[in-house]
Nanobody, 121 residues
Framework: VQLVESGGGLVQAGGSLKLSCAAS????????MGWYRQAPEKERELVAA???????YYADSVRSRFTISRDRAKNTLYLQMNSLKPEDTAVYYC????????????????WGQGTQVTVSS
């Protein structure tokens, strides 16, 4: 499975960005996908995830501001980020796994290369 992210960039606080993750390869094996982020000197954290049944997970820090969605026809995962804050600045990674779990303890099998999101104050 190959994952390629796009859509990162520089935005002012309060603005919006939409990240995309195009999946290819053995997509039939994927049952859950998610977005992680890692800021400098911080641990990587699961931001949002969604499984094949539509079950979603959001970190408390982004709930009500971020929305995860997918387009099965395009094999693409999205993350709509609204009301962005400087603390959202991080490298955002797309991830996929064969199991259906979407919680923060889920271990993902496949990773993209990451896309930088920078929110200026």
């Amino acid at each position: 499975v190959q994952l390629v992210e796009s859509g990162g960039g520089l935005v002012q606080a309060g603005g919006s960005l939409k990240l995309s993750c195009a999946a290819s390869g053995s997509i039939f094996s994927i049952n859950a996908m998610g977005w992680y982020r890692q800021a400098p000197e911080k641990e990587r954290e699961l931001v949002a995830a969604i499984n094949s049944g539509g079950l979603t997970y959001y970190a408390d820090s982004v709930r009500s501001r971020f929305t995860i969605s997918r387009d099965r026809a395009k094999n693409t995962l999205y993350l709509q980020m609204n009301s962005l804050k400087p603390e959202d600045t991080a490298v955002y990674y797309c991830a996929a796994r064969s199991r259906v779990g979407v919680g923060p303890d889920s271990r993902f099998d496949y990773w993209g290369q990451g896309t930088q999101v920078t929110v200026s104050s």
